[in-house]
């Protein structure tokens, strides 16, 4: 399984895709969303059915784009298509976001049976 | 005589501008690693003609060290520039400049060398001979300053190199050689000199041509945008109509490059109802727009089918109907690459029997009585994407209107404007804001939340497009 990283830019996270861990942090705003994170499902569709072992998948995002909102989903659905017992889902938000606890029960609402944890942090991110 | 005081300019402009600072794209230096035959030549093969020509004229030895010296030169410089070609382009162009570096260090081996020989070709070897060297440095030269022209370092360093070393060789030769040596010398820097200038001038053309060519590109794809611009301000709504309907009201509107996808719609339905909406289409810009032109068509349909009683003017039936109309338009009833759809609300007023009606997606409706505010949540699904189902109700509520009361419905905007400080505008910053205005007359109050807004961002970009509208119906 080849890792996936993808370095942050001022308008897309940094997007770490391996065999323990997942983890999107910072920003999401690029210009065409699609095509930024067309390999992202991609990596995600092939390798996640391989996984024999513990995950975590972290998502540390500060400020998203609508379009990325729905991009969000679509990831979700291809974690909860491959869902296992071995999978630790972990939603960061900033204390002082205003939208952070409900962007977070937005997904946590609609994947129940993912049991995505909220953080809330000082600083998401390092 | 002008054109030699054109290449001392330029050459003085070039030492001052770059000596100590390598200023190369990674174009240039990829096409500097891949011209070798200058290389070769220049390390390989013309010191073993060198040897074969000069072996009779100078001790056998010391020519055999300085053809192995220039040799491992070779070498290294081959080492160095095979490393470099297989960088992958979209490689840190830190590395590029490492290995830059290195080059031009092994070009300077290679050129001291050269020059280092002029010291026992003047010693011990006749005028033909000095001439023949001559020659053959002023052919390496030239042919280098074609090839390596983009990277006049590597051209610079070569020649003074030479020039020097030479300069130095000729303090041990006797004056009878002298002048003729330095008559030499004087042509070969001259010509060599003339030829990097001419490069220099070329570079600096092409830079020039390049800059030209982008900013036409850019004046072209402007007044493209600026026409589309005038397109979208054409099915904007005629503001007068609220004023049958609203004591006072504002609505500010900014897209955040010159076309957006930020727009809403007034629509008088009766003499005595009116509906408004505020919508936020996914994205900014020149797809945003589009997405504005889906949502006129759309609202021009629910007029008419409003008129022909088909539909009621109910907020919240017309969001669902939105979601469905798009969602059908834009093929997404499965999921499908252009997700598109908007965050928004719908405002319906009737004046004679002073009910008004809200629903929402993802957009709060605020209230002001009496210097409180209200806040009534909208649903938490936006309208039209793939994710959302396609028969999505949209929670509708009513909202009573006193005397004073006022309206603020807001897009995300400029709640998620960026500040000079690195943070956003946010909820928080906004209600306060609108608090504080509130018994401003609105046109009052419109330019107060601009002048707020420029200063909250200072010297950033504005993030997205910005609606904010403020109505006080009574």
């Known amino acids: 399984m080849r890792d996936l990283i993808i370095k942050e830019t001022d308008n897309s996270p940094e997007i770490t895709l391996s065999a323990t861990l997942i983890e999107f942090c910072g920003n999401s705003y690029p210009e065409n969303t699609f095509t930024f994170y067309e390999p992202v499902l991609e990596w995600l569709q092939t390798n996640l059915p391989k996984l024999n072992n513990h995950i975590t998948i972290n998502f540390k995002m500060e400020y998203f784009n609508s379009a ?19 999978m630790t ?35 998401v991110m390092p | 005589m002008n054109s030699c005081f ?3 300019s330029c050459i003085y402009q070039f030492i001052k501008n770059n000596i100590f600072t390598l200023h190369y794209t990674k174009e240039q230096m990829r096409l500097l690693f891949s011209a070798k035959s200058g290389m070769i030549a220049s390390g390989f093969v013309f010191p073993i003609i ?19 010296l220039q040799m491992a030169t070779f070498f290294l410089r ?6 470099a070609e297989m960088l992958p382009p979209k490689e840190d162009i830190a590395l590029y400049y490492k290995y830059l570096k290195w080059y031009l260090f092994t070009v300077f081996i290679n050129s001291f060398l050269w020059g280092l020989l002029s010291l026992p070709i003047f010693m011990y070897t006749s005028e033909t001979y000095i001439l023949f060297y001559f020659i053959l440095l002023c052919g390496m030269a030239s042919a280098s300053v074609a090839t390596l022209g983009m990277i006049l370092h590597a051209v610079y360093i070569f020649v003074i190199s030479i020039i020097l070393t030479t300069i130095i060789a000729l303090v041990f030769i006797g004056s009878t050689k002298l002048y003729f040596v330095m008559g030499i010398m004087f042509l070969f820097y001259l010509i060599i000199m003339l030829l990097a200038s001419y490069k220099m001038y070329e570079t600096m053309r092409k830079n020039i041509q390049q800059k030209y060519e982008i900013e ?50 007034i629509r008088q339905i009766t003499p005595d109802e009116v509906i408004i909406m505020i919508i936020d289409g996914a994205g900014h810009g020149v797809p945003g727009a589009f997405l504005t032109m889906l949502f006129k068509a759309i609202e021009e349909r629910i007029a008419a089918e409003i008129k022909s009683g088909i539909l009621t003017p109910d907020p919240g039936e017309l969001l669902s109907y939105f979601n469905k109309s798009i969602k059908i338009m834009l093929r997404q009833e499965k999921r499908s690459s252009s997700n598109a759809g908007f965050d928004g609300a719908i405002l319906y007023y009737n004046k004679k029997t002073n009910q008004c009606k809200f629903a929402g997606a993802k957009t709060p409706l605020y209230i002001i ?14 309208v039209g994407f793939s994710r959302t189902k396609l028969e999505q109700t949209y929670t509708q509520h009513e909202v009573s209107i006193k005397k004073g ?20 505008f946010g909820k928080k910053r906004f209600e306060k804001l609108i608090l504080d205005i509130c018994d401003k007359p609105f046109n009052e109050q419109s330019s107060v939340i601009q002048k707020q807004l420029s200063k909250f961002e200072g010297t950033c970009q504005q993030s997205d497009d910005i609606t904010i509208t403020g109505f006080e119906f009574c």
Not at chain 1, 101 to 109: F, G, T, V
Not at chain 2, 405 to 424: A, F, M, S
């Open chain 1, 68 to 86: 990325t909102t729905q991009i969000l989903f679509d990831i979700l659905d291809i974690i909860c298509e491959h869902k296992q017992e071995k």
């Open chain 1, 89 to 123: 889902i972990n939603w960061y938000y900033k204390a002082d976001n205003e939208n952070g606890l409900e962007d977070y029960e937005d997904y946590a609402d609609e994947f129940p049976n993912l049991n995505i944890q909220a953080i809330a942090l000082e600083k």
């Open chain 2, 6 to 8: 054109l290449s001392i």
């Open chain 2, 50 to 68: 060198i040897f074969f020509i000069y072996k009779g004229q100078i001790d056998f030895h010391l020519l055999a060290i300085w053809v192995i």
């Open chain 2, 78 to 83: 081959w080492y160095i520039n095979h490393k």
């Open chain 2, 216 to 265: 036409k590109s850019h004046n072209l794809i402007n007044d493209s945008i600026n026409y589309a611009a005038l397109i979208q301000s054409s099915i904007l709504p005629d503001e007068n109509i609220l004023r049958n309907f609203c004591l006072d009201s504002f609505v500010y509107w900014k897209p955040k490059d010159t076309v957006g996808g930020d727009i809403y719609f």
């Open chain 2, 369 to 382: 009585n009496d210097g409180k505010m209200e806040v009534i949540k909208s649903d938490r699904k936006s």
């Open chain 2, 405 to 424: 009361t006022k309206l603020y419905i807001t897009t995300d905007g400029i709640l998620d404007q960026e500040g000079k400080d690195g943070d956003r």
